[in-house]
């Protein structure tokens, strides 16, 4: 069945406030991945249990996300993409609400799982620009989503120093519920139902087999620092993932209507960006995991500032702000060079970022001005990976694409994380008989980072350009292709 044609214009008042209230989402999604962050010391006190269960209230969004970012995507392309949004949504906003309502840890984690489903959040609405914009609004609005994530973590942060500084720690959840439910109500209202569609049966197998093999994959990524490396458990995971991962590979390339197309996927104009977005993840996370570790870290160590957390949000702020403005830059680029170009481009701004963190991570205005840069960084590679998949895709499958984009981000955060914490527990000092992490370790996190921030740039440049769709841009730069400029003038 051919796909419904695309509509040209977002229709009526409403519908014209359906960018922003997209964008809302996305920045609604990040603050509540982040929020958490500063209860995380505090939580074994408040839930009476053991730091290692707390842990879970990350790694179980971290998880569910995950899993539920790929399933969700080709959902939306099946079923209609305005529909599966607000079911992520109401899941974030039911998470959140029970989070408010309890203290037991079990619930806790539980409810943060439900909150993982805001992880797709983003490709939904990004799928729904697509189908909803003409060609020559398309790239800024995308560029605007991609930017939600930064922007949102950076606010989050703060967000929820001041909160848990001045309120109960139940208050912070009560507020993502409250921002939550204006987020589905706004999305409800504004946003119409996309009429691209890819009918079909969903692969319920193929789901199941792609979340056993992710939960086992960053299980054992998000506990081996704890665990250990060499452990069963964690060796048991690895092991178990990459049969499973084989296993559900070989069943998806004979299934008729698989959950991801994996022929279209393992083309280079699919699986570079897929590449180029894991390396960008790892490469932009290492950017606020290490900040906030090492402004925070005493005086004494000699090169720490001592900064609270409230101090350390208000620091990381900036970079959201940087991040919002920046995106139209971003879109600019990407009509006027293509967005390889911005990919390579970006990466090579953060990989400069982690190059001024190195030089200089004892003075705040030069660690703020290191972590601009690798926010501007950011903010072009975020903005290009999304459109480098929609030119790559069939129009029905867009949901999907960028689901597993966004998921390859979500893995490549997770192993830096993994990465960073075993480079900065091998480089330690002892401070006020307390074990920090020490300036050298910092510098060489940065340093991994930066590599691979440099390597997302060979990535980028390796992508093939695509000649007729540069051919069928319209003089004002749409970037759209060539069916895009004929149903827009349908």
């Known amino acids: 069945m051919e796909p419904v044609p695309i509509s040209t214009e977002v229709r009526g008042p409403r519908a014209s406030l359906a960018v922003p209230v997209l964008a809302f989402g996305g920045i609604l999604m990040a603050v509540t991945q982040t929020v958490v962050v500063p209860l995380l010391p505090d939580l074994p006190r408040l839930t009476g249990s053991s730091p290692g269960a707390v842990s879970w209230l990350v790694t179980a969004t971290l998880l569910a ?28 906003t039911a998470g959140s609400v029970l989070c408010a309502l309890t203290s037991d840890i079990r619930l806790l984690i539980a409810a943060r799982a439900l909150q993982g489903a805001a992880a797709s959040v983003v490709p939904l609405s990004i799928s729904i620009l697509r189908d909803e914009l003409p ?13 939600t994530v930064g922007i949102g973590a950076a606010l989050g942060l703060p967000l929820a120093a001041l909160i848990v500084q001045y309120a109960d720690w139940h208050a912070m959840f009560w507020a993502t519920a409250a921002l939550g439910a204006l987020g589905l109500g706004l999305t409800w209202w504004t946003v119409r139902e996309s009429p691209v569609r890819s009918p079909g049966r969903f692969d319920i197998r193929g789901a199941l087999g792609l979340a056993a093999g992710l939960v086992c994959l960053l299980l054992a990524v998000a506990q081996g620092g704890q665990w250990g490396w060499g ?5 048991g995971l690895l092991a178990g993932s990459a049969v ?64 609270s957390i409230v101090a350390t949000g208000l620091c990381l702020l900036p970079n959201g702000v940087i991040m919002l403005a920046l995106s139209p830059l971003s879109a600019r680029i990407s009509t006027a060079r293509g967005p390889r170009i911005t990919l ?37 590679a975020y903005s290009a990976l999304p459109t480098l998949i929609l030119r790559a895709v069939p129009v029905e499958q867009t949901g999907s694409a960028n689901g597993v984009n966004v998921l390859m981000r979500t893995i490549g955060q997770s192993v830096c994380s993994a990465a960073v914490a075993a480079v900065l527990v091998r480089h330690t000092s002892t401070v006020g008989g307390a074990h920090i992490p020490t300036l050298g370790g910092y510098r060489l996190a940065f340093a991994l980072a930066g590599t691979v ?37 349908t």
């Open 65 to 92: 996300g995950a899993v539920l970012t790929p399933v969700l995507g080709r959902a939306g392309d099946m079923y209609g993409k305005r529909r599966v949004l607000l079911l992520a949504l109401g899941l974030m």
């Open 244 to 307: 499973i991962l084989a296993v559900w590979w070989w069943t998806q390339l004979r299934t008729p209507q698989p959950l991801v197309d994996l022929r279209l996927a393992a083309g280079r104009r699919v699986a570079l960006p897929h590449v180029a977005a894991l390396l960008a993840g790892f490469a932009f996370y290492a950017n606020s995991l290490v900040t906030a570790q090492l402004v925070q870290a005493p005086a004494a160590s000699g090169y720490g500032l001592g900064l």
């Open 453 to 489: 921030a440099l390597v997302a740039c060979a990535a980028a440049l390796a992508i093939p350009s695509d000649p007729a769709r540069e051919e069928a841009r319209a003089p004002a730069g749409s970037g759209g292709s060539a069916q895009d400029t004929a149903l827009e003038g």
């Open 344 to 380: 390579a481009v970006g990466a090579v701004v953060i990989a400069l970022g982690y190059v001024v963190r190195i030089v200089d991570s004892t003075r705040l205005w030069v660690i703020m001005l290191g972590a601009a840069v690798v926010s501007t960084g950011t903010t072009l």
């Open 231 to 235: 452990s069963a458990p964690v060796l």
């Open 135 to 147: 060609p020559r609004r398309t790239g800024s609005a995308v560029a605007l989503m991609s930017s």
